[in-house]
């Protein structure tokens, strides 16, 4: 079993910048794929960016040239950088993770069954 807990988010004006983490309580290393999805109110979970073990990374046309995946594994923690934000940016965003491989097919890559684990979400509110 894999908890995983975000934090860093927060109130930001349209154009800052924010950067979420989220811890894991076993070895990052270990679940081989990770990812970030958000939630806006009224709207599907969608996601946003994921990361395998050897460190590749896919991203979501949404999150294209702004946000940043990345991960530490020394500190069991996942990272989202997000540049350049804008009020559609607004929403709860989750953590996932799962013990297998990221799929690397566009049409499951971000399907929320390829992902065992989940956080609680930090929320994300960006004002124009």
């Known amino acids: 079993q894999v908890q995983l807990e975000e934090s860093g988010g927060g109130s930001v004006q349209a154009g800052g910048s924010l950067t979420l983490s989220c811890t894991a309580s076993t070895y990052t290393g270990s679940t081989n794929c990770m990812a970030w999805f958000r939630q806006a109110p009224g709207k599907e979970r969608e996601g946003v960016a994921n990361?395998?073990?050897?460190?590749?990374?896919r991203y979501a046309d949404i999150a294209q040239g702004r946000f940043t995946i990345s991960k530490d594994n020394a500190k069991n923690t996942l990272y989202l950088r997000m540049n350049g934000l804008k009020p559609e940016d607004t929403a709860m965003y989750y953590c996932?993770?799962?013990?297998?491989?990221?799929?690397?097919?566009?049409?499951?890559?971000?399907?929320?069954?390829?992902?065992?684990?989940w956080g609680q979400g930090t929320q994300v509110t960006v004002s124009s």
């Open positions: 996932a993770a799962d013990t297998a491989p990221c799929s690397r097919l566009i049409a499951t890559m971000f399907r929320e069954l390829e992902y065992r684990y």
């Open positions: 990361i395998d073990s050897d460190g590749s990374t």
